[in-house]
């Protein structure tokens, strides 16, 4: 739903006889409908419906798929893809994240469960990247949407039989009733921002980083076949760090780890992009970054609701996933105008500086007293 687009952009803008941009712009149309759904999903989610968003998602993402294989035109494609982030919506992290925190009260083996989950979310551009461009190249982009769409619903119909009785269980008994669920009104709204705030430059430091890498690394002559290699270690290697956490046994990991550590090697991967002149100079930088995003990206579901409660972890998750949603679509656009003007080398030294700034926040975080009582395995 997500990674395949890079692939099947260039032969859907081919088929249509429109351009890059336009055909991107539907994935970014459905990245701005995610955002927007953020919080009301969020809502949803500490009513305790998140198993009828996941099974719901699941089952109108495959109709949208298959609807995407017959689209002859932008406006149908457009449509298709608001649909789809509607999708993404209710099926990906936040709602995993959301059943997971209900589901393991030990906020250790919650740790450990959500690392699980992100190992098999890491896996994603891993695998389906050249799976899908295998299936361009041999039976083209519509004939692959529809085995796309197969392979879907056999996951859907493992899902529903493997793991979504187990998490309505859990999600039941933990139901919090309507009239006890904190309100984002009755949360403190500086802490709110305060918590949000390194996540939310994180995730468009990212999109910079996936945006320029490759452009930056053509323009200096390199083969745009190593530059690719050079960006698929981004997806790689949030990986170690996730496998870590699950080996990690019974050892205290402090919240610094998860919060300030990671932060720090994505500040240190920016700078090495920003100054590095060499190919595996750039492979450095890239590596560096995603083992720092790696980690960063369990932070928030872990955090949140040790902060401010599960009772209101949905909505406030929602409310930072919908910055980060912000940042993620116009992350692309506005840092390609802004290497355009500078260079891609200052964007990545600019954006390490941003960072570096957060880690403060970070540090400061790690020290908040629902933080200080826990420890994850």
Not at 98 to 104: E, M, V
Not at 115 to 141: N, Q
Request: charge should be positive.
């Amino acid at each position: 739903m997500y990674y395949a687009f890079s692939v099947l952009l260039v032969p859907v803008r081919n088929e249509l006889g429109t351009s890059d941009a336009a055909v991107a712009g539907a994935l970014s149309a459905g990245l701005a409908v995610n955002a927007v759904l953020a919080t009301a999903v969020g809502r949803w989610l500490d009513r305790g419906g998140g198993v009828a968003m996941l099974r719901g998602g699941a089952l109108a993402g495959a109709g949208l798929l298959l609807a995407w294989s017959w689209v002859e035109n932008l406006a149908g494609l457009y449509a298709v893809w608001m649909g789809l982030g509607a999708c993404m919506a209710l099926v990906l992290y936040e709602t995993a994240f959301a059943l997971i925190t209900r589901a393991y009260g030990d906020p250790a083996a919650r740790l450990r469960a959500l690392a699980s989950v992100t190992v098999m979310g890491g896996l994603a551009s891993t695998l389906f990247l050249p799976l899908v461009g295998a299936g361009v190249a041999h039976l083209g982009w519509r004939l692959t949407l529809r085995l796309l769409v197969v392979a879907w619903l056999i996951t859907t119909l493992w899902l529903e039989r493997a793991a979504l009785p187990g998490l309505y269980a859990s999600d039941r008994s933990t139901r919090p009733a309507l009239s006890s669920t904190p309100t984002i009104g009755q949360v403190d709204r500086r802490l709110l921002w305060w918590t949000g705030a390194p996540f939310v430059t994180a995730t468009f430091a990212a999109m910079a980083l996936t945006t320029l890498v490759v452009p930056s690394l053509v323009a200096r002559g390199h083969p745009i076949e190593q530059a690719a290699w050079v960006l698929a270690a981004l997806g790689v290697m949030q990986l170690p760090g996730r496998l870590w956490l699950l080996r990690r046994g019974s050892r205290p990991l402090s919240p610094r780890s998860l919060l300030v550590a990671p932060m720090a090697l994505q500040v240190l991967g920016l700078a090495l992009l920003g100054t590095a002149g060499s190919l595996a100079g750039a492979f450095s930088g890239v590596a560096i970054f995603g083992i720092g995003a790696g980690l960063h990206t369990l932070a928030r579901p872990w955090i949140v609701p040790l902060i401010f409660g599960i009772e209101a972890a949905g909505r406030t998750n929602g409310v930072i996933a919908r910055a980060q949603g912000f940042a993620r679509a116009a992350g692309p656009f506005a840092v390609a105008a802004a290497s355009g003007w500078v260079g891609s080398n200052a964007v990545f030294l600019v954006l390490s500086l941003a960072l570096l700034t957060c880690c403060p926040l970070a540090y400061a975080l790690s020290r908040h007293p629902s933080l200080s009582a826990h420890s994850a395995a």
